[in-house]
């Protein structure tokens, strides 16, 4: 191995869902596109290696068409995987169903689950969430669960058997960012050995570099890029965002502090500058 490319091994940052490698730590979703061709372009600027897809959409849409087989080209032209998602669903009966169809239409085992327990918020159903994904667990699939920042609904997850957590950083669609930022560091620092991703509410890529800064594996969004105004530039910087904000969590963030802090020693013998 020639010294480039083992200091490139050295410096590679990739994670893991199970034993599934992964560099990007973008994911991104497939909704609201302008035109099927800025999509494509859009997987492409982004670099996601994670692409999500709702099946009541294509349910609601089966006459439309070419969307899986674009959303396909596109992922197998840059490596991505594929995750379907149970978007709609308001029971665990209802994402359970929902979740074996997607796993025999698009023949993966992974699923995000959503079980939606308020209308106006899109907030997830705890109770009905947790329900489902241990059975989904039992039925042989990896569930991404999107859930809130409590940390109680966390554990119960987790002790279900789920592999990862997605709590939202907001509401899904709001673009509000990261409203809660003492519940979504605190699950980071109770839970530090779980992968995290931060789904739903991030509206702009300084929202996606502060997730990442404050040590959260992933980010994973849709509307901030599809209702951009050029979304394939806004998929370009969300991916140089994300790729930053993990940089500089690997380097070390400086403490903050409450007060002003010298960055120029006042004391001692200043520099003789002399002639």
Not at 1 to 11: E, G, P, Y
Not at 57 to 64: E, K, S
């Amino acid at each position: 191995m020639n010294a480039r490319v083992d200091v490139l091994q050295k410096n590679r940052d990739a994670w893991a869902v199970g034993e599934v490698q992964l560099d990007s730590r973008f994911l991104l979703g497939t909704a609201g596109y302008p035109s099927p061709q800025v999509l494509a372009d859009a997987i492409a600027a982004s670099g996601a290696q994670i692409i999500t897809v709702g099946l009541k959409r294509q349910l609601a849409a089966a006459g439309d068409n070419g969307f899986v087989e674009i959303i396909r080209a596109a992922m197998k032209a840059h490596g991505a995987r594929l995750l379907p998602n149970t978007a709609g669903c308001t029971t665990a009966r209802e994402a359970i169903q929902l979740a074996h169809m997607a796993r025999e239409l698009y023949d993966t085992p992974w699923v995000k689950l959503e079980v939606v327990g308020d209308e106006y918020t899109l907030q997830p159903d705890p109770i009905e969430l947790v329900e489902a994904a241990r059975q989904l667990v039992k039925d042989g699939f990896t569930v991404f669960p999107y859930c809130t920042d409590d940390l109680v609904t966390a554990k119960r997850l987790l002790d279900a058997g789920c592999p990862l957590l997605m709590p939202w950083g907001a509401p899904i669609g709001s673009g509000q960012g990261l409203v809660n930022p003492f519940a979504l560091r605190l699950l980071r620092e109770r839970l530090p050995d779980v992968v995290l991703i931060i789904d739903a509410g991030i509206g702009a890529p300084s929202h996606a570099a502060q997730a990442m800064e404050m040590g959260y594996d992933a980010v994973l969004l849709n509307s901030a890029v599809s209702q951009a105004s050029d979304p394939v530039g806004m998929a370009a910087a969300f991916r140089q965002a994300i790729e930053a904000g993990r940089a500089a969590r690997r380097a070390g963030v400086m403490a903050r502090q409450d007060f002003a802090v010298a960055t120029t020693p006042v004391t001692g013998n200043p520099f003789l500058i002399g002639g």
